[in-house]
């Protein structure tokens, strides 16, 4: 139980355009749902929070304008990159949390690379 | 607030030999600490966590931790090292259900015949 998918797993973009990226709990309601970003060999670093049918919460320093993040239903969520550039590219990590549990479910991450 | 730290970001064993991975946290209230694990270019799976229930916990893959109070640790052990066990560890503390973990840097196990 608690499975966490995230589609795409790979994309490769042009500099200025936007990917969306979504998250979906698969087996468990989420109530809130994490995005979180990895640089190569380094820790998560928490990007946002989202509780479903409320704005997300930014972490400090990051952009909500760039950052778009979506969580309409209780098994999705969406980080949409827009006007991607290359200091983007990034490993791309969601989580989700459902009612009856205290446990972070990780999706499977998906690499963003901006050419 | 709360933190962890992990000491030693990469360790090596032989196969067969003890792992120890350490995690110390520090938090103004009762945490609730994990332990997870990364493959390359994937995402985090949980190994284990502690609640507030019994003080060792045992997780997948015969990996095993125990929150020790008195000296704020819940270091990561299994008995005997497989290669399948060469991965990314992360150690992670929150304050309570659906509120934000916080990561330690991670520690590289690499297992070694």
């Known amino acids: 139980g608690a499975v966490v998918s995230q589609h795409p797993s790979r994309v490769i973009c042009k500099s200025g355009t936007s990917v969306k990226i979504e998250c979906r709990s698969l087996?468990?309601?989420?109530?809130?749902m994490f995005w979180y970003r990895q640089f190569p060999k380094q820790s998560l670093m928490l990007m946002a929070t989202s509780n479903e049918g409320s704005k997300a919460t930014y972490e400090q320093g990051v952009e909500k304008d760039k950052f778009l993040i979506n969580h309409a239903s209780l098994t999705l969520s969406t980080l949409t990159v827009t006007s991607a550039h290359p200091e983007d590219s990034s490993f791309y990590i969601c989580s989700g949390v459902g009612r009856a549990t205290d446990t972070q479910y990780f999706g499977p991450g998906t690499r963003l690379t901006v050419l | 607030a709360q933190s962890v730290t992990q000491l030693g970001s990469h360790v090596s064993v032989s196969e067969g030999a003890l792992v120890l991975l350490r995690c110390n946290y520090s938090?103004?209230?009762?945490?609730?600490l994990f332990w997870y694990v990364q493959y390359p270019n994937q995402g985090l799976q949980l190994l284990l966590k502690y609640t507030s229930a019994a003080t060792l916990v045992k997780g997948i893959n015969g990996f095993e931790a125990e929150f020790k109070k008195s000296e704020t640790s819940f270091h990561l052990t299994k008995p005997s090292a497989h290669m399948s066990d060469a991965a990314e560890y992360f150690c992670a503390v929150t304050t309570g259900g659906g509120n934000k973990l916080t990561f330690g840097t991670g520690t590289q196990l690499k297992v070694e015949l």
């Open positions: 938090s103004s209230v009762p945490p609730y």
């Open positions: 087996d468990f309601q989420a109530t809130t």
